[in-house]
């Protein structure tokens, strides 16, 4: 293992010991994205059709990833461990990237609960809608990673992150959800895959001057 | 080893450190004084590398994994245990043997069997002492040491003079105190801000 990937590999593994010590962040997204499922099964009107439950889902699922990014760089910001990993010598990006893989871990955790009751209260996902989910992960742990720690840095931190990161989040549910109900969804998931790419450079490029002066 | 040339440092239209002009050479100790607000802490972060000078020329000739940094917080999580804390420090700084190290410098700074608590659980003092055991870590040439006997008591402090005895003359340290009777015969230069 290069000495990149072993850093990105312990900064991901000790949030992922964070979390299961402190329980902070993947029980209250549990709860949210359950209870918003159930909220949405109710309050859809009966004969509505699967299209509008798909949206809806993309919607808990978009909050629900909010709701974990909120809490992404709590850790960091208590004790000002931000600046002794700035200060260490291993390379910025890896802070992004090992944070963005913990992120990753924790809402693809959440969705391996939310999904099988999306499919009890509303209707099953195909391989194409599961895959523009995979895709749109990677996308929304990348962005959030990034606009999270932007947002860690500020005072108003509770309304930068959602200003920051909704609109960025925009295409990744338009490519969720056509790729969830379009007759071709393989262009979905290529437009996604694109939007992964590019969004994933720019922000391992870019996270260094967000965290430093 | 560091050279500041009329170094300012502003946020916005506040002036955090008025300009400051000092040469260091390598091995020496500098001595930052004075009043809360003077701008110690700031200096000290500019010299770490955590913030830019607003004006002024400021060479800094160490490099980053070479640095050691102790600030007014412990840069340490909370929910980690103190070997933890300092073997993800130890990783990071690529040391060589870092569980070996770590635990070298939790029983040289009487934290030993207090190893597997967690960060949180700690009083200052013992949080402080961690911090120091995480600057020291790494063996850097350059100390930046802010406030570094805050929150110790009189057992961890004669334990920090010591270990800055051993280190004079062998490592570059800039430090800041408000007692600096304690350090004086250390220090090979001394910076007052007003």
Redesign the interface.
């Known amino acids: 293992m290069t000495?990149y990937a072993?850093?990105v590999a312990?900064?991901a593994r000790?949030d992922l010991?964070?979390e299961l010590?402190?329980r902070d962040t993947l029980p209250a997204m549990l709860l949210f994205v359950l209870s918003t499922l159930v909220v949405f099964h109710f309050a859809l009107p009966r004969g509505s059709g699967g299209a509008a439950a798909y949206g809806l889902l993309w919607v808990a699922l978009v909050f629900t990833a909010l709701l974990g990014l909120a809490r992404a760089w709590v850790?960091e910001r208590?004790?000002?461990?931000l600046?002794?990993?700035?200060?260490?010598?291993?390379d910025r990006s890896a802070i992004w990237l090992g944070k963005a893989c913990a992120t990753l871990a924790f809402l693809v955790a959440a969705e391996a609960v939310a999904l099988p009751a999306f499919a009890l209260f509303f209707a099953p996902l195909d391989l194409t809608a599961l895959a523009g989910v995979g895709l749109a992960d990677l996308g929304i742990c990348a962005v959030g990673s990034l606009v999270s720690a932007m947002a860690a840095a500020s005072r108003t931190r509770e309304l930068i992150l959602p200003l920051l990161f909704l609109p960025l989040a925009i295409p990744l549910v338009v490519g969720g959800v056509g790729a969830s109900i379009a007759a071709e969804g393989g262009r979905y998931l290529l437009f996604l895959a694109l939007y992964d790419g590019v969004f994933s450079i720019l922000s391992w490029a870019s996270f260094e001057y967000v965290v430093t002066? | 080893m560091i050279t500041a040339r009329e170094v300012e440092k502003r946020y916005g239209t506040t002036r955090a450190l008025r300009a400051v002009s000092f040469e260091l050479a390598t091995g020496g100790c500098l001595l930052v004084t004075g009043p809360n607000g003077s701008g110690k802490t700031t200096l000290l972060r500019l010299l770490?590398?955590?913030?830019?000078p607003t004006r002024g020329r400021l060479e800094v000739r160490a490099?980053?994994?070479r640095?050691g940094?102790l600030?007014?917080?412990?840069?340490?999580?909370?929910?980690?245990t103190a070997l933890?804390n300092l073997e993800?420090?130890g990783?990071?700084?690529?040391v060589p043997e870092r569980r070996e190290r770590a635990g070298m410098l939790l029983e040289r700074f009487g934290l030993w069997e207090a190893r597997n608590a967690?960060?949180g659980s700690f009083s200052r003092g013992m949080t402080q002492r961690l911090a120091l055991c995480?600057t020291l870590l790494h063996e850097p040439d350059l100390l930046v040491l802010d406030e570094p006997f805050s929150a110790l008591d009189d057992a961890a402090a004669s334990l920090l003079d010591g270990e800055l005895a051993t280190l004079a003359g062998r490592r570059t340290v800039v430090l800041s105190t408000h007692d600096p009777g304690r350090v004086l015969a250390l220090a090979t230069a001394r910076l007052a801000l007003a």
Request: proline share 6%; with cysteine.
């Open positions: 000495a072993a850093d312990a900064l000790k010991r964070l010590r402190a850790p208590e004790g000002g461990v600046d002794g990993l700035v200060l260490a010598p291993c002066e | 770490a590398g955590l913030a830019t490099e980053r994994s640095l940094y600030g007014h917080e412990p840069l340490l999580y909370r929910d980690l933890e993800l420090y990783r990071l700084y690529r967690r960060v995480r």
